[in-house]
């Protein structure tokens, strides 16, 4: 648990500086653009994504199991065998995606969106798929190596950083959506540069001719496959909204909800911190028939999951309509959107998206996949409906219901499956505190007023957190969680 909460750590400060280079990348360019061309841009985005997804097949979650089974059992043929695998399809099978996005990209544009000025972003973002892909995989496989230090530096800092540069620096010299788009392409390709360095630094064997490599391609596929379309099912689950406003409605509407989605997504900034580390630390424990503490590990991490994530759900409701308006005066709009998709996000802590993990890495992939195959069908459908009727807060119902719905079905697969469930009581502790925090934010606005909304927004959310942490900790945390908190905090003062 020591080591895990170490890598957890080092994954967290990765996630809040990396969240926050792309949070104010998008709220630098929605004020450069303005709602209509940050559209545009959102499209073209999540067009990339999905493209980016399918070169990928998957692997960037074999190589995780895979490089910590190989690498724990010191077998260097067979680890270097996954490597090149893991480095190599997703830039093959980019490029030719790709060139087709490429020269599709008016087709694309005009005939699906009836958006001609989205041509240019596709033809560029094109150019990223290959990289993007190739350099994901390899972050992925250096987590295997038990370690989230490069992962974070790349993936999380210089890649962010590196975009909203160029493309903030792009944007002001006049160049607007192509200059924000070859900015996501130079990143990118930085990236991947500094992705290969780390591997050779991990793995100086890939790249000697005494250890031959042994290539395990079906075993490697078999299980990364149906983990793909499981992501690919995901990935259309929450990109689905964007894609139908695109087809029904206006870029300006489409980047408005972006904003509002993109804000409810900090709400994964734990989650995302914890899974890092969790994935590979639960593929060591199950392929060492570590059970119980695998589910201990799980119960915990659960917990926490919740617990730290609470706070974020509390200021984004109570401070709705003021973080919004970051973006601009005409994306305030969207304050309901963003409560709406803040609580379908929600559902994701506790043991939502880490049960994912739990299946994925005890061989039952295809109890995942099943799930999310009806689930990405209903949301599809409920966007079909509720788009036409209600525009971006429909889009934004769909979309809420069913990020829920699956996480749900997750956490009782879990159960069922492998006998072990991460609610009790003690959440009911957790949920008292969010409720006293949110009613103290709510009074702190109310003396405030809207005056001066970011000094407000400022007061109110750190108010509200200090509530809840003190709160949180005399009153919902147990004597163990106090005790592990305890030797982690004289551990960093040994070290500083």
Same mark, same amino acid.
């Not at 989205?118 to 295997?144: D, H, K, Q, W, Y």
């Not at 926490?304 to 994306?331: E, K, Y």
């Given at each position: 648990?020591?080591?895990?909460?170490?890598?957890?750590?080092?994954?967290?400060?990765?996630?809040?500086?990396s969240?926050?280079?792309?949070?104010?990348?998008?709220a630098?360019?929605?004020?450069?653009?303005?709602?209509?061309?940050?559209?545009?841009y959102?499209?073209?985005?999540?067009i990339?994504?999905?493209?980016?997804l399918?070169?990928?097949?998957?692997?960037?979650?074999?190589?995780?199991?895979?490089?910590?089974i190989h690498?724990?059992?010191?077998?260097?043929? #067979?680890l /270097?065998?996954?490597?090149?695998?893991?480095?190599? @399809?997703? =830039?093959? +099978?980019?490029?030719? $995606? *790709?060139?087709? &996005?490429?020269?599709?990209?008016?087709?694309?544009?005009?005939?699906?969106?009836?958006?001609?000025?989205?041509?240019?972003?596709?033809?560029?973002f094109?150019l990223?798929i290959?990289?993007?892909?190739?350099?994901?995989?390899?972050?992925?496989?250096?987590?295997?190596?038990?370690?989230?230090?490069?992962?974070?530096?790349?993936f999380?800092?210089?890649?962010?950083?590196?975009?909203?540069?160029?493309?903030?620096?792009?944007?002001?010299?006049?160049?607007?959506?192509?200059?924000?788009?070859?900015a996501?392409?130079?990143?990118?390709?930085l990236?991947?540069?500094?992705?290969?360095?780390?591997?050779?630094?991990?793995?100086?064997?890939?790249?000697?001719? #005494?250890? /031959?490599p042994?290539?395990q391609?079906?075993?490697? @596929?078999? =299980?990364? +496959?149906p983990?793909? $379309? *499981?992501?690919? &099912?995901?990935?259309?689950?929450?990109?689905?909204?964007?894609?139908?406003?695109?087809?029904?409605?206006t870029?300006?509407e489409?980047?408005?909800?972006?904003?509002?989605s993109?804000?409810?997504f900090?709400?994964?900034?734990?989650?995302r911190?914890?899974?890092?580390?969790?994935?590979?630390?639960?593929?060591?424990?199950?392929?060492q028939?570590?059970?119980?503490?695998?589910?201990?590990l799980?119960?915990?991490?659960?917990?926490?999951n919740?617990?730290?994530?609470?706070?974020?759900?509390?200021?984004?409701?109570?401070?709705?309509?003021?973080?919004?308006?970051?973006?601009?005066?005409?994306?305030?709009?969207?304050?309901?959107?963003?409560?709406?998709?803040?609580?379908?996000?929600?559902?994701r802590?506790?043991g939502?998206s880490?049960?994912?993990?739990?299946?994925a890495?005890?061989?039952?992939?295809?109890?995942k996949?099943?799930?999310?195959?009806?689930?990405?069908?209903?949301?599809?459908?409920?966007?079909?409906?509720?788009?036409?009727?209600?525009?971006?807060l429909?889009?934004?119902?769909a979309?809420?219901?069913?990020?829920a719905g699956?996480?749900?079905?997750?956490?009782?697969?879990?159960?069922?499956?492998?006998?072990?469930?991460?609610y009790?009581?003690?959440y009911?502790?957790?949920?008292?505190?969010?409720?006293?925090?949110?009613?103290s934010?709510?009074?702190?606005?109310?003396?405030?007023?809207d005056?001066?909304?970011?000094?407000?927004?400022?007061?109110?959310?750190?108010?509200?957190?200090?509530?809840?942490?003190?709160?949180?900790?005399y009153?919902?945390?147990?004597?163990?969680d106090?005790?592990?908190?305890s030797q982690?905090?004289?551990?960093?003062?040994?070290?500083?």
């Amino acid at each position: 648990m020591s080591k895990f909460i170490k890598g957890a750590g080092i994954s967290f400060i990765g996630q809040v500086l990396s969240t926050g280079l792309k949070y104010l990348t998008q709220a630098s360019l929605a004020w450069i653009f303005g709602a209509e061309s940050f559209g545009f841009y959102t499209l073209g985005l999540v067009i990339y994504q999905f493209c980016d997804l399918i070169a990928r097949m998957g692997l960037e979650l074999g190589a995780v199991r895979y490089v910590s089974i190989h690498q724990s059992s010191a077998n260097l043929s #067979k680890l /270097k065998g996954v490597l090149i695998s893991i480095l190599c @399809i997703p =830039f093959i +099978l980019g490029c030719f $995606l *790709g060139i087709t &996005l490429f020269f599709y990209a008016n087709t694309v544009a005009i005939d699906i969106f009836h958006k001609p000025e989205l041509t240019i972003v596709l033809r560029l973002f094109s150019l990223a798929i290959p990289v993007g892909a190739s350099m994901t995989t390899g972050l992925f496989a250096t987590t295997g190596f038990q370690t989230t230090l490069y992962r974070v530096l790349v993936f999380d800092l210089i890649v962010p950083l590196t975009n909203l540069l160029l493309a903030v620096c792009l944007g002001l010299m006049g160049f607007k959506l192509f200059g924000a788009s070859i900015a996501w392409v130079l990143a990118l390709s930085l990236g991947l540069i500094l992705t290969l360095f780390y591997i050779w630094r991990l793995a100086p064997s890939i790249i000697s001719t #005494k250890v /031959k490599p042994i290539f395990q391609l079906k075993e490697l @596929i078999s =299980f990364s +496959l149906p983990l793909s $379309l *499981g992501t690919f &099912l995901w990935l259309l689950l929450i990109w689905t909204d964007i894609l139908m406003l695109g087809f029904y409605n206006t870029a300006s509407e489409v980047g408005i909800y972006r904003a509002a989605s993109q804000t409810a997504f900090l709400m994964i900034l734990f989650d995302r911190s914890l899974v890092t580390i969790f994935a590979p630390t639960i593929a060591s424990l199950f392929n060492q028939g570590s059970l119980e503490e695998a589910k201990q590990l799980f119960k915990t991490s659960s917990r926490w999951n919740f617990a730290l994530t609470l706070p974020l759900f509390i200021v984004l409701i109570v401070s709705s309509q003021n973080i919004l308006r970051v973006f601009g005066t005409d994306f305030q709009a969207g304050w309901i959107v963003l409560i709406i998709l803040a609580a379908g996000q929600l559902t994701r802590a506790g043991g939502g998206s880490l049960s994912m993990h739990m299946l994925a890495m005890s061989g039952h992939q295809y109890l995942k996949l099943y799930g999310d195959i009806i689930l990405a069908i209903t949301n599809i459908i409920l966007n079909v409906v509720l788009i036409p009727l209600w525009g971006p807060l429909g889009a934004a119902i769909a979309t809420a219901a069913s990020i829920a719905g699956i996480n749900i079905v997750r956490v009782l697969q879990v159960k069922y499956v492998l006998q072990v469930y991460p609610y009790s009581f003690r959440y009911l502790k957790v949920l008292l505190c969010g409720v006293i925090s949110a009613l103290s934010g709510y009074f702190v606005q109310y003396l405030l007023k809207d005056n001066f909304y970011i000094i407000s927004m400022l007061i109110s959310t750190s108010i509200m957190i200090i509530v809840y942490f003190l709160i949180f900790f005399y009153f919902a945390m147990d004597e163990d969680d106090k005790i592990l908190i305890s030797q982690q905090a004289n551990k960093l003062k040994q070290i500083l």
